[in-house]
């Protein structure tokens, strides 16, 4: 049987007492709810796999091809300075070209890779040369996946 109990009716130590319990009882019940919230958000997400059949993601990244091309030469600390430089002018560049007419933007794009060339020695040029053909080659191949239909489907 639960009875109304009033505050008047009680001594400062039972009104201490029934306040701390319902205090108690209300941490108790935030806790309870906190902890499962918390266990949840803990928990990793599995990435999804991609569907049988569907082509391999790839992520766009400014110059990836052509830093990646450039990480696998041997380069000296002052070729490193000098390309960083020449990428943080294309960096201030390409807000300038997103005005610029089609020919300018060639230009300033043929400028950048003749200034990368300039840097290179001539073995470390054929290297790097090398490797963006074979990176517009694999990016070639990954547009057509990309478009062309699954392999026993019927294009419409």
């Known amino acids: ?3 109304n109990i009033t505050y008047a009716s009680l001594s400062d130590a039972e009104e201490v007492i029934l306040f701390s319990t319902r205090l108690l009882a209300a941490a108790t019940l935030a ?5 499962p919230v918390a266990a949840f958000a803990q928990t990793p997400v599995a990435p999804v796999p991609p569907p049988a059949g569907a082509p391999a993601a790839h992520h766009h990244h400014r110059g990836g091809a052509m830093r990646a091309a450039l990480g696998k030469l041997n380069l000296s600390a002052a070729q490193h300075a000098q390309i960083a430089a020449v990428f943080a002018q294309a960096k201030q560049q390409r807000q300038a070209n997103r005005t610029a007419d089609p020919a300018t933007r060639k230009a300033n794009a043929q400028q950048f890779r003749s200034r990368i060339d300039g840097i290179l020695t001539p073995a470390q040029r054929t290297q790097f040369h090398t ?4 990176a517009r ?3 070639h191949n990954q547009r057509r996946a990309l478009t062309s ?3 026993g489907t019927v294009p419409h």
């Not at 490797?131 to 074979?134: G, N, V």
Request: hydrophobic letters at 55%.
């Open 131 to 134: 490797a963006m053909q074979q």
């Open 31 to 35: 806790a309870g709810l906190a902890i």
């Open 137 to 139: 080659a694999h990016r």
């Open 149 to 151: 239909p699954a392999p």
């Open 1 to 3: 049987m639960v009875t």
